[in-house]
């Protein structure tokens, strides 16, 4: 902080983002994994009663008398997402971010982000930062830390529904963790975005010599060491949500899940080893949400709440990551375990890499110094 009460505090756009290392993805998998040893002993907050809540969404109504009031549309939301992280971090911050799958129809993402970092004891602004690809990194690197930890260390075989950006930084993610990765298969919606990725794949990872282009969700799975659905889509109908069938799984595969997700009866059987991000956040989910909640919120771990809800889970048949960044539950136990995880997205993983991202840029000389104040006008 410089001396109060003057308030500078660093802008940050997205090449300067850049420059500062929000795309160093071996970096950002260290730093979530730190984050999560944090989260396992408490030393965070998010917002909510339970103080492990995603953020607070507007929400549009199905019929407005205001003909220019948006409508609620796939993806169509205005979202706000707290957090406090403490640790070697110790700041706070919030990502705020409006979304619209008809974005692409514009050339535009369907998120736009921005984030504030702030210091945790004033509350004055450190940094203001575009906030797409650390939104993006940092989502990327949480099935990271599962692979480091639950995949198979000889992994080679992703399987990948949806070659958008998500999946670009999960497989970011998944070769930092287990290098003799070299194939590659993936099902998308259409030409341009599969020959985007594939090219992302060359360009980035030459040792991935095998890209593969399948149809079907079993082709996806079958065969594949680690697997990820990263395919965004409507929601409200889990029966339409893309599956995983426990006899497309081959033995000892890594699943991590950011995306809509169902799942059949035999992946709900309990040999099949369940693991969240972070249980608190879905029972913040759970409290919010009409039930079943994972008609609301397609993800997997949504799901696991609904079943403990029904009598069909046992609650502590579902861990936490946490616990086992931590060091008190087990990693992977044997070469045929098959292994679940929930990715949620939480707003400590933003204020994480934020931190990184911004002191970086301080020790770099990057990013432009905006005055907030010299004297504030009201004291």
Not at 149 to 164: E, N, Q, T
Not at 190 to 209: M, N, R
Not at 213 to 232: M, W
């Amino acid at each position: 902080m410089t001396a109060l009460p003057k308030i500078d505090f660093l802008y940050l756009s997205e090449p300067e983002m850049i420059r500062a290392g929000v795309t160093d993805m071996p970096a950002c998998v260290d730093c979530m994994e730190e984050m999560f040893g944090l989260l396992y002993h408490g030393d965070y907050r998010m917002a909510g009663a339970n103080n492990d809540s995603h953020g607070a969404m507007v929400m549009f109504p199905e019929n407005s008398p205001f003909p220019e009031m948006p409508k609620p549309t796939a993806d169509r939301r205005f979202m706000a997402m707290p957090a406090y992280l403490g640790g070697s971090f110790r700041t706070a911050g919030v990502k705020w971010y409006g979304s619209n799958i008809e974005n692409r129809q514009k050339g535009l993402p369907r998120s736009i982000l921005m984030f504030t970092l702030n210091d945790a004891d004033t509350g004055a602004p450190l940094a203001f930062m575009s906030a797409n690809l650390l939104s993006a990194y940092r989502t990327g690197a949480v099935p990271g830390v599962g692979a480091r930890h639950l995949a198979r260390r000889d992994s080679k075989i992703v399987g990948i529904l949806g070659p958008g950006v998500m999946a670009r930084t999960a497989l970011a993610a998944f070769i930092a963790v287990c290098p003799q990765i070299d194939t590659v298969k993936v099902k998308g919606r259409g030409q341009k975005s599969l020959d985007t990725f594939i090219a992302w794949v060359k360009e980035h990872y030459p040792q991935v010599t095998t890209i593969e282009v399948v149809d079907t969700l079993e082709a996806v799975v079958r065969g594949s060491d680690i697997v990820t659905y990263c395919a965004s889509g409507e929601t409200g109908d889990p029966s339409l949500y893309p599956i995983v069938k426990r006899e497309w799984v081959k033995p000892g595969a890594f699943l991590a899940m950011p995306a809509p997700c169902n799942i059949d009866a035999g992946m709900e059987a309990p040999e099949v080893r369940k693991v969240l991000d972070n249980t608190g956040l879905y029972e913040a989910w759970f409290e919010e949400l009409p039930k079943p909640a994972h008609n609301t919120v397609p993800i997997i771990g949504v799901k696991f709440m609904d079943m403990i809800a029904e009598g069909r889970l046992a609650r502590d048949a579902v861990e936490d990551i946490g616990k086992i960044v931590a060091g008190e539950a087990p990693g992977r136990r044997t070469d045929d375990e098959i292994v679940l995880m929930s990715v949620g997205g939480m707003p400590v993983e933003d204020v994480a890499w934020g931190t990184v991202i911004y002191r970086n840029a301080l020790a770099r000389g990057i990013g432009t110094k905006l005055n907030l104040w010299d004297v504030p006008a009201l004291r």
